[in-house]
């Protein structure tokens, strides 16, 4: 399966504190994009990262990507409670046009 | 910002009835996506559509499923005959570009739940 797997499942942290979360897949990758989902609602395109980049950043987010461990990693800094939600990756392989997501992290930030 | 949308946001049928779920992609993309989420599960790929034709689709895009541009601005997805297990949240998606190139963020509207009784 090509699907990425996020890991932790769920992770709860207090306010300022940074979250990390993890995306394994299997197949060799074209890129990876990280979404958010607030509970019951749709998905927020939050990073693309391309298989021949290694780290990039948007504002308090910090992606990287090791093709070599086939991992990929969003680090969220000084969290807030607005970012409690549920973070996806999702995976284009090859030629292909779908995105094939994880079951993804269930972030809580505790105020 | 450009979005995308979709219509209607929560629609309740009885099985064995089609419903038809709307979706304007962002104005200048080319490739439209399904993508559906069973409650409490991962978002899984339906079909994507280039050109006017279907270009992929999984499994679970069988006969009740079929997806059409009627105009130059809508995207739906039609199941003719609803079953209990399609009850899902359904995004439509849009990309400026498709496989030929690497940086296609897939842009996502903000769902229809679809709830089969």
């Known amino acids: 399966s090509q699907q990425g797997e996020e890991d932790p499942q769920a992770l709860s942290i207090q306010e300022g504190e940074n979250a990390t979360m993890n995306c394994s897949y299997k197949t060799s990758i074209n890129n990876l994009q990280w979404y958010r989902q607030n509970s019951g609602r749709g998905l927020v395109h939050l990073i693309l990262?391309?298989?021949?980049?290694r780290e990039k950043h948007s504002g308090r987010l910090r992606v990287t990507l090791d093709t070599s461990k086939k991992s990929s990693s969003l680090l969220i800094t000084a969290s807030r409670a607005a970012d409690t939600a549920s973070y996806f990756c999702?995976?284009?392989?090859?030629?292909?046009?779908?995105?094939?997501f994880g079951p993804g992290t269930r972030l809580s930030v505790l105020p | 910002e450009p979005e995308v949308t979709q219509t209607p946001s929560h629609q309740v049928t009885q099985m064995g009835q089609e419903v038809i779920l709307r979706c304007v992609p962002i104005?200048?993309?080319?490739?439209f996506y399904w993508y559906r989420q069973i409650l409490g599960q991962k978002v899984e790929f339906l079909v994507s559509f280039y050109n006017n034709e279907i270009s992929e689709k999984s499994e679970i895009f069988d006969d009740q499923f079929s997806v059409e541009r009627p105009d130059g601005s809508n995207f739906t997805l039609k199941i003719r005959s609803t079953k209990l297990e399609d009850s899902a949240m359904y995004f439509c998606a849009s990309s400026e570009v498709g496989w030929k190139g690497s940086t296609d963020t897939q842009y996502f509207g903000p769902g229809t739940r679809l709830t089969v009784l």
């Open positions: 104005s200048n993309h080319l490739y």
């Open positions: 990262i391309r298989s021949n980049e």
């Open positions: 999702a995976i284009k392989s090859g030629y292909g046009q779908n995105f094939v």
